[in-house]
């Protein structure tokens, strides 16, 4: 089966502009988790949706970050008025239940000019 | 005080030799531990989670829980080359509620050929 998907792999932008970010989780799994991963850092979290409950958006670091899962399966992470502090690689990993194993996606690298 | 605090590293051990990666946790009432690894440039992925005080082991690691103490620990017997990676230790935080993921910094490990 396949595991979480991430698209685009790379991102470029330029300050000011909006970007999406995808993340298609594995089949089934009910929650997902959006993490940013500056270089040589750890894993800073961004938000978690679990089933049809309210996400928890406390990791969101601004305003300008938004997130929506549709249909319970498929999110994107929004950035609107990036900014060059944004680039960081952006990581989504899924799991079937509140506590079980997390599975990462490869990543969306972003970077903002 | 930082909610999980990992020595970022290098921590160099020869071939064959037990590496031991150690974390601190400040919230007292986390239930939940785990270790990922991350190889440079890749995602990361469970390794071990842990639950209860006291040892867990699976195969050559052995996490290593004292909520008393509030640290875990991950030891490697037998060190291998392909075990260097970057160790990321993380809890879920006993807010109730919320079932996101605390991630440190990591500690970085170079196993010596």
Same mark, same amino acid.
């Given at each position: 089966?396949?595991?979480?998907?991430?698209?685009?792999?790379?991102?470029?932008?330029?300050?000011?502009?909006?970007?999406?970010?995808?993340?298609?989780?594995?089949?089934?799994?009910?929650?997902?988790?959006?993490?940013?991963?500056?270089?040589?850092?750890?894993?800073?979290?961004?938000?978690?949706?679990?089933?049809?409950?309210?996400?928890?958006?406390?990791?969101?670091?601004?305003?300008?970050?938004?997130?929506?899962?549709?249909?319970?399966?498929?999110?994107?992470?929004?950035?609107?008025?990036?900014?060059?502090?944004?680039?960081?690689?952006?990581?989504?990993?899924?799991?079937?239940?509140?506590?079980?194993?997390?599975?990462?996606?490869?990543?969306?690298?972003?970077?903002?000019? | 005080?930082?909610?999980?605090?990992?020595?970022?590293?290098?921590?160099?051990?020869?071939?064959?030799?037990?590496?031991?990666?150690?974390?601190?946790?400040?919230?007292?009432?986390?239930?939940?531990?785990?270790?990922?690894?991350?190889?440079?440039?890749?995602?990361?992925?469970?390794?071990?989670?842990?639950?209860?005080?006291?040892?867990?082991?699976?195969?050559?690691?052995?996490?290593?829980?004292?909520?008393?103490?509030?640290?875990?620990?991950?030891?490697?017997?037998?060190? *291998? =080359? &392909?075990? $260097?990676? %970057? +160790?990321?230790?993380? !809890? *879920? =935080? &006993?807010? $109730?509620? %919320? +079932?996101?993921?605390? !991630?440190?910094?990591?500690?970085?490990?170079?196993?010596?050929?």
């Amino acid at each position: 089966g396949a595991g979480v998907s991430q698209s685009p792999s790379n991102k470029v932008t330029e300050k000011g502009k909006d970007v999406e970010l995808r993340c298609d989780p594995i089949s089934g799994h009910t929650a997902l988790y959006w993490y940013r991963q500056s270089l040589g850092q750890g894993l800073e979290f961004l938000i978690y949706f679990q089933g049809n409950s309210a996400p928890d958006k406390s990791g969101l670091p601004s305003d300008r970050f938004s997130a929506e899962r549709t249909g319970g399966s498929v999110s994107t992470l929004t950035i609107q008025r990036t900014q060059q502090e944004d680039s960081a690689v952006y990581l989504c990993a899924s799991s079937a239940g509140t506590s079980e194993t997390q599975y990462f996606g490869p990543g969306t690298r972003l970077l903002v000019l | 005080q930082k909610e999980v605090e990992q020595n970022s590293g290098p921590l160099s051990v020869p071939e064959g030799a037990i590496a031991s990666l150690n974390c601190t946790y400040s919230d007292r009432g986390s239930q939940s531990f785990f270790w990922y690894r991350q190889y440079s440039g890749k995602s990361p992925e469970l390794i071990m989670f842990i639950y209860s005080n006291g040892d867990k082991e699976d195969g050559r690691f052995t996490a290593q829980l004292n909520k008393a103490s509030q640290y875990v620990s991950l030891l490697i017997r037998d060190s *291998q =080359p &392909s075990d $260097s990676a %970057t +160790y990321l230790c993380a !809890f *879920q =935080p &006993s807010t $109730s509620g %919320t +079932y996101k993921y605390i !991630f440190g910094t990591g500690t970085r490990l170079k196993v010596l050929a």
